[in-house]
């Protein structure tokens, strides 16, 4: 199939991260019956829909979060590409982040930094691995990870421990099968490190690493997560999933953790500007800051589920 309608991805973007026809409406300047046809329109020509409506909101399908991951980040990079080819460049610092880690930590605290610093623009690319560094131009990055990305210099931000988990109905299943069989038998799903999370997992728990070959590969980090809640196998996550710790929704499978994982700023060969200096240096005593309160608080600061020593 030949794809036409490459100037309906910008509309599909807008919907997509206002997960409302009526403010993507807004945002473009256009009526929400416009957005609305150009959406249907777009589903009809892919073959498969990108939203499911309900009760007046919209939620991505799993095809519509995986074509909003690549488009997002490719239309992204045709205009940094454009500004850079017309040298209208705006200077604006980029960054390249997890969506999980941009929506969890990042977003809510990124006022304080403009209040700081109001002469700087930022602009967030999502990333999934240090591989799309050789494709996406970002001044710096943050991924998750244990350290040691070949080729690249990083530092460690934020120390979280990360430890498995899933949903009830899995949990349920690791509970009869013990840890030690639940890990070579269940889907065992990767992140932002490959799988080096997982491997470290293994040698802290004295398991072989034997994964079972039913595998699922989701490289957007917010939707692994929603992928986990439901049921597509067990992953490594921290304390940023704590309201799903909280509410029930994903389950701690084990005490043993991932003890030196955490958020890295990832550098590349560019040479950081005086407004990348600051995001950095600010960046430094947020995640510091956090650190010390979290300090002495328990993973999630909510009752662990435990399912028992390995068998």
């Given at each position: 199939?030949?794809?036409?309608?490459?100037?309906?991805?910008?509309?599909?973007?807008?919907?997509?991260r206002?997960?409302s026809?009526?403010?993507?409406?807004?945002?473009?300047?256009?009526?929400?019956?416009?957005?609305?046809?150009?959406?249907?329109?777009?589903?009809?020509?892919?073959?498969?829909?990108?939203?499911?409506?309900?009760?007046?909101k919209?939620?991505?399908?799993?095809?519509?979060?995986?074509?909003?991951?690549?488009?997002?980040?490719?239309?992204?990079q045709?205009?940094?590409?454009i500004?850079?080819?017309?040298?209208?460049?705006?200077?604006?610092?980029?960054i390249?982040?997890?969506?999980?880690?941009?929506?969890?930590w990042?977003?809510?605290?990124?006022?304080?930094?403009?209040e700081?610093?109001?002469?700087i623009?930022?602009?967030?690319?999502?990333?999934n691995?240090?591989?799309?560094?050789?494709?996406?131009?970002?001044?710096?990055?943050?991924?998750?990870?244990?350290?040691?990305?070949?080729?690249?210099?990083?530092?460690?931000l934020?120390?979280?421990?990360?430890?498995?988990?899933?949903?009830?109905?899995?949990?349920?299943?690791?509970?009869?099968?013990?840890?030690?069989?639940?890990?070579?038998?269940?889907?065992?799903?990767?992140?932002?490190?490959?799988?080096?999370?997982?491997?470290?997992?293994?040698?802290?728990?004295?398991?072989?690493?034997?994964?079972?070959?039913?595998?699922?590969?989701?490289?957007?980090?917010?939707?692994?997560?929603?992928?986990v809640?439901?049921?597509?196998?067990?992953?490594?996550?921290?304390?940023?999933?704590?309201?799903?710790?909280?509410n029930?929704?994903?389950?701690?499978?084990?005490?043993?953790?991932?003890?030196?994982?955490?958020?890295?700023?990832?550098?590349?060969?560019?040479?950081?500007?005086?407004?990348?200096?600051?995001?950095?240096?600010?960046?430094?005593?947020?995640?510091?800051?956090?650190?010390?309160?979290?300090?002495?608080?328990?993973?999630?600061?909510?009752?662990?589920?435990?399912?028992?020593?390995?068998?």
């Open positions: 199939m030949r794809f036409r309608s490459y100037d309906a991805l910008k509309i599909f973007d807008a919907v997509a206002n997960l026809m009526t403010k993507a409406a807004d945002e473009v300047h256009q009526s929400k019956g416009s957005i609305s046809y150009q959406i249907t329109k777009l589903e009809a020509e892919l073959g498969f829909r990108l939203f499911e409506r309900a009760h007046a919209l939620e991505l399908t799993e095809e519509g979060r995986r074509l909003w991951h690549v488009s997002q980040t490719a239309l992204s045709i205009d940094r590409e500004e850079d080819l017309s040298g209208t460049a705006s200077g604006a610092v980029t390249g982040a997890l969506t999980y880690f941009s929506s969890r990042l977003s809510p605290r990124l006022t304080r930094f403009f700081a610093n109001p002469g623009s930022l602009r967030i690319e999502p990333i691995s240090v591989d799309m560094l050789r494709s996406v131009r970002v001044d710096m990055a943050i991924l998750w990870g244990i350290g040691g990305w070949k080729d690249h210099e990083s530092e460690l934020l120390s979280l421990p990360a430890v498995p988990t899933a949903n009830r109905a899995v949990a349920e299943q690791v509970r009869q099968l013990g840890m030690a069989e639940a890990v070579r038998q269940l889907p065992l799903l990767g992140d932002s490190s490959g799988d080096a999370g997982w491997r470290a997992w293994h040698q802290a728990a004295g398991l072989p690493y034997a994964p079972s070959r039913s595998s699922l590969t989701i490289p957007d980090s917010n939707s692994r997560v929603q992928a809640v439901d049921g597509q196998g067990i992953a490594l996550w921290d304390d940023l999933v704590a309201p799903e710790f909280d029930g929704t994903l389950v701690r499978l084990s005490d043993l953790r991932v003890e030196n994982a955490g958020y890295f700023v990832v550098f590349t060969d560019r040479q950081l500007s005086q407004g990348a200096d600051s995001f950095l240096d600010w960046l430094r005593a947020e995640t510091a800051s956090c650190q010390r309160r979290s300090k002495n608080r328990p993973l999630g600061g909510a009752k662990v589920d435990h399912f028992g020593g390995f068998t």
